[in-house]
């Protein structure tokens, strides 16, 4: 067993300022995209540094807002309810990732309304980038000692700080999360995306790969107490969330080649 490594989530104080690595995270992920947005761009005539700029404007008030209501909807409407202005403590947590992408896939909507391109034009471009700030969502998850997974044997399980985790050793699935939906989600559509796919195959190939990583490493990570199991006594509401995307993504791919080879 591994001893859990307890940082606070506090990264800076100043007086009444707190800066929390939760958001530190966050804005490492939007950095990230920045700086490679500018860096494909340059092997891209379509797209130039404003434009990379107006682009992460758009991506990071989707994710915030998507994340943040797609939290509050599919997982915590009544405590929210209850207490309705925990909505404004985003630094505590209790972000949606599949919230956030339908935050992200309108805001991209309004860019391309508002740029001319299309759809698709624009989410096969960023897809390769977002990973990154997956990754880094995750270890913010780490940090705050949440998300915790379920009781293992491992030897790299550890005991998360967080009472309701029993003083049990639990997997910690937020680093498997930061590992296969950040980094290795990385490699995969950033080595592909380097030559040129048809239409929609690499939007396609995120959401296959996400929602196949998602749905494997939810089988280690404990649902949230106040929803349980949805179904069989394994189902959770991240593989109900996910197993769309799978779907979703292989009709993409299987589409964009199909389309592709009929040309």
Not at 163 to 172: F, T
Request: net charge positive; glycine share 12%.
């Amino acid at each position: 067993m591994l001893e859990y490594p307890e940082i606070n989530p506090i990264a800076i104080s100043l007086g009444p300022v707190q800066v929390h690595w939760y958001g530190i995270m966050y804005l490492i992920g939007f950095a990230a995209l920045w700086w490679l947005g500018n860096l494909r761009a340059k092997k891209n005539p379509l797209w130039n540094p404003q434009e990379i700029a107006d682009l992460v404007f758009y991506g990071a008030l989707g994710t915030i807002l998507g994340g943040r209501l797609g939290y509050i909807l599919f997982y915590d409407l009544p405590a929210y309810i209850a207490e309705p202005l925990n909505v404004f403590k985003i630094w505590q947590g209790g972000m949606s990732f599949h919230g956030g992408l339908v935050g992200v896939l309108v805001a991209l909507a309004l860019y391309g309304y508002k740029t001319r391109k299309g759809f698709f034009q624009i989410t096969d471009f960023i897809a390769p980038m977002v990973p990154i700030g997956l990754g880094a969502g995750r270890i913010g998850n780490f940090i705050n000692g949440e998300l915790w997974g379920r009781v293992s044997d491992a030897p790299w399980a550890m005991v998360f700080p967080d009472p309701r985790a029993g003083l049990l050793p639990r997997h910690p699935s937020q680093l498997y999360e930061a590992l296969l939906e950040g980094l290795v989600l990385f490699f995969i559509l950033w080595i592909y995306s380097k030559k040129p796919r048809p239409t929609m195959a690499v939007s396609g190939l995120f959401l296959l790969f996400y929602g196949l990583f998602r749905f494997v490493v939810e089988f280690t990570r404990m649902p949230d107490a106040h929803i349980g199991y949805i179904a069989f006594d394994w189902l959770t509401m991240g593989q109900l969330l996910s197993a769309p995307m799978v779907l979703a993504g292989g009709s993409l791919l299987w589409w964009a080649y199909k389309k592709h080879s009929t040309k």
